[in-house]
């Protein structure tokens, strides 16, 4: 078998469950008007612990492509430590915990544009899915950050959405731009 076919195997089907869980967190924040600080903060540490440990098997799996991964090693730090702190001040105020959440996911998109326009370079033909998501997930991540509204609804519905455009970013990298070798017939998968 090639050396870390297994790894990047646990990290891509690790990317897509993580993916799926970031967009119904999103969903939940959209539609739960109580599902609000120290509820969300918990559930926003506990997915971006998970995400962030993924993300370092990524980075240290050895992808094929090295497409996917290539910037998980400072993004799956990045949410390590937020996870830290936000479970360090389980009372957080809603905007410091949008803000928060909001840098790791628009570092996470400025690091995805980049990897959609080196899968363009490489001849992947869905780089522009890759590069769509990004830039929306980008643009959704942004108003958090901004924070234009001190409005905890405004607050959890810019969130939410983050978490929703984020999590089908990370989908469309996982299954556009991982591949793994079978052993048996060097088949991808």
């Known amino acids: 078998m090639r050396k870390g076919t297994g790894t990047v195997r646990a990290a891509k089907y690790g990317y897509i469950v993580m993916s799926l869980l970031s967009c119904l967190l999103g969903v939940v924040m959209l539609a ?108 959704a991540a942004f108003l958090p950050v901004l924070n234009l509204s001190r409005a905890p609804e405004a607050l959890r519905g810019f969130l939410g959405a983050a978490l929703i455009l984020g999590g089908a970013m990370d989908l469309a990298v996982s299954l556009c731009a991982v591949r793994v070798v079978r052993h048996h017939d060097n088949k991808e998968v």
């Open 32 to 139: 739960r008007a109580d599902f609000t600080p120290p509820y969300a903060g918990v559930a926003v540490a506990a997915l971006l612990a998970a995400f962030g440990v993924i993300k370092l098997i990524g980075y240290f799996s050895g992808d094929i492509y090295s497409l996917a991964f290539q910037f998980d090693l400072g993004a799956g730090i990045l949410m390590l430590a937020l996870a830290a702190v936000l479970l360090a001040a389980p009372g957080v105020r809603s905007g410091f915990l949008c803000a928060l959440v909001g840098v790791a996911l628009l570092a996470e998109s400025l690091g995805k544009i980049q990897t959609a326009l080196d899968a363009r370079r490489f001849g992947l033909d869905t780089w522009w899915l890759i590069l769509a998501l990004a830039v929306l997930s980008g643009a």
